[in-house]
């Protein structure tokens, strides 16, 4: 049976003060005559932004390729977007990843990847031929990093059998420098961040994986209780499949990494399945920590213990489980002082039936 494929489309939006201000005008106008008080001589509070859908206008054509039922969990997880001023004329421009669906790529096809470089008046233009990004991989995410301090900003893409890390030329082209920088992997790699945790100089990466899947060993669709959900054949996924552990490599400073990852207390031996990740100074003592989002199994959050190794305190800090205790469906994390506190704090999202989770210090 041919596996039909729709495309999904990404949408960029600016902010729109306008309608929401003249909205809260007319009400606090409506409350006012229904009290047949006098207006509060107090102004009214600043209003929130809205947000005003611009794609059409900015040139920007991306979509990705989606398959329609969705019988393996790859054909869920993809559609990364990275912020990289490649160029560094000071605007910000845009890298979608892509991913075939199972069929195309035991079919030898490919999906690409799309570099849109801003124009700086509204638009878009896209470059992936000049920039040599177009087909990395089956991609799923994209981080951003200058791995070789030579101040241009470079482009790891996470993929299913490993990364793939493009090298900025400063010229507006990549080089794929993966094999020859020692990024040795061939698992199921989902999240990447980059951060110097050793305080040298030189950012390192670490990688979060998902599950063991292999293209040459497809679990079937619905086959037994795992490839259930409330009694409906789904794919099979994540529980019940074998985790992959994750990867820390250390930069040597010299355009190559070394796997550290167990040696520093990261390698997650009973294989969780890892999605997001974060590095930052969660306790403030001057050493960056790790925080890992994983799906249906508790996050990690690695206390950074100084001369290359870290603790897992997940438990301890709160942030390796819901407030009930329940293991949730960690995926996308992002960080921000939303208290004013001078500290950050974590937002972790959830799949159907999870809590999306803000996490204060």
Same mark, same amino acid.
């Given at each position: 049976?041919?596996?039909?494929?729709?495309?999904?489309?990404?949408?960029?939006?600016?902010?729109?003060?306008?309608?929401?201000?003249?909205?809260?005008?007319?009400?606090?106008?409506? /409350?006012? %005559?229904?009290?047949? #008080?006098?207006?509060?001589?107090?102004?009214?509070?600043?209003?929130?932004?809205?947000?005003?859908?611009?794609?059409?206008?900015?040139?920007?054509?991306?979509?990705?390729?989606?398959?329609?039922?969705?019988?393996?969990?790859?054909? =869920?997880?993809?559609?990364?977007?990275?912020?990289?001023?490649?160029? %560094?004329?000071?605007?910000?421009?845009?890298?979608?990843?892509?991913?075939?669906?199972?069929?195309?790529?035991?079919?030898?096809?490919?999906?690409?990847?799309?570099?849109?470089?801003?124009?700086?008046?509204?638009?878009? /233009?896209?470059?992936?031929?000049?920039?040599?990004?177009?087909?990395?991989?089956?991609?799923?995410?994209?981080?951003?990093?200058?791995?070789?301090?030579?101040?241009?900003?470079?482009?790891?893409?996470?993929?299913?059998?490993?990364?793939?890390?493009? $090298?900025?030329?400063?010229?507006?082209?990549?080089?794929?420098?993966?094999?020859?920088?020692?990024?040795?992997?061939?698992?199921?790699?989902?999240?990447?961040?980059?951060? !110097?945790?050793? &305080?040298?100089?030189?950012? !390192?990466?670490?990688? /979060?994986?998902?599950?063991?899947?292999?293209?040459?060993?497809?679990?079937?669709?619905?086959?037994?209780?795992?490839?259930?959900?409330?009694?409906?054949?789904? #794919?099979?996924?994540? %529980?019940?499949?074998?985790?992959?552990? !994750?990867?820390?490599?250390?930069?040597?400073?010299?355009?190559?990494?070394?796997?550290?990852?167990?040696?520093?207390?990261?390698?997650?031996?009973?294989?969780?399945?890892?999605?997001?990740?974060?590095?930052?100074?969660?306790?403030? !003592?001057? $050493?960056?920590?790790?925080?890992?989002?994983?799906? =249906?199994?508790?996050?990690?959050?690695? %206390?950074?213990?100084?001369?290359?190794?870290?603790?897992?305190?997940?438990?301890?800090?709160?942030?390796?489980? =819901? #407030?009930?205790?329940?293991?949730?469906?960690?995926?996308?994390?992002?960080?921000?002082?939303?208290?004013?506190? &001078?500290?950050?704090?974590?937002?972790?999202?959830?799949?159907?039936? &999870?809590?999306?989770?803000?996490?204060?210090?």
């Amino acid at each position: 049976m041919t596996q039909s494929t729709s495309p999904t489309v990404f949408h960029l939006f600016r902010p729109d003060f306008l309608g929401l201000q003249g909205a809260s005008i007319a009400l606090l106008a409506l /409350s006012v %005559r229904l009290l047949g #008080q006098q207006a509060p001589s107090a102004p009214p509070p600043t209003p929130l932004p809205q947000l005003v859908d611009i794609t059409d206008s900015t040139g920007i054509k991306f979509e990705h390729v989606s398959a329609s039922d969705k019988k393996y969990i790859v054909e =869920s997880m993809a559609g990364g977007v990275a912020l990289i001023d490649y160029d %560094r004329d000071g605007l910000p421009d845009i890298y979608f990843t892509n991913a075939p669906t199972v069929e195309m790529a035991l079919a030898g096809k490919k999906a690409r990847g799309a570099l849109y470089h801003n124009n700086g008046d509204g638009t878009f /233009s896209d470059v992936t031929e000049k920039a040599g990004v177009g087909y990395p991989c089956f991609a799923m995410g994209a981080v951003v990093g200058d791995y070789n301090n030579d101040g241009w900003p470079d482009l790891l893409i996470t993929c299913l059998g490993g990364v793939v890390l493009y $090298r900025n030329n400063g010229d507006g082209t990549f080089t794929d420098v993966t094999k020859q920088a020692g990024l040795n992997d061939t698992q199921y790699a989902t999240g990447a961040a980059f951060g !110097d945790y050793d &305080g040298d100089g030189w950012v !390192d990466l670490f990688v /979060s994986h998902y599950v063991d899947f292999h293209l040459d060993d497809l679990p079937k669709f619905g086959s037994s209780k795992i490839c259930q959900y409330h009694g409906l054949a789904v #794919q099979c996924g994540p %529980r019940g499949l074998k985790g992959a552990g !994750d990867l820390l490599f250390h930069n040597n400073g010299d355009g190559t990494f070394r796997e550290v990852s167990k040696e520093a207390g990261v390698d997650d031996p009973h294989g969780y399945y890892g999605l997001g990740a974060v590095w930052s100074d969660f306790d403030g !003592d001057g $050493r960056l920590d790790l925080f890992v989002a994983n799906d =249906s199994t508790p996050n990690f959050y690695y %206390r950074n213990e100084g001369k290359g190794h870290f603790k897992e305190v997940g438990f301890l800090a709160g942030t390796a489980v =819901s #407030q009930d205790g329940s293991e949730q469906a960690g995926m996308g994390v992002a960080l921000g002082d939303y208290l004013h506190s &001078g500290r950050l704090s974590l937002f972790v999202t959830h799949f159907s039936e &999870g809590i999306r989770s803000p996490v204060s210090q």
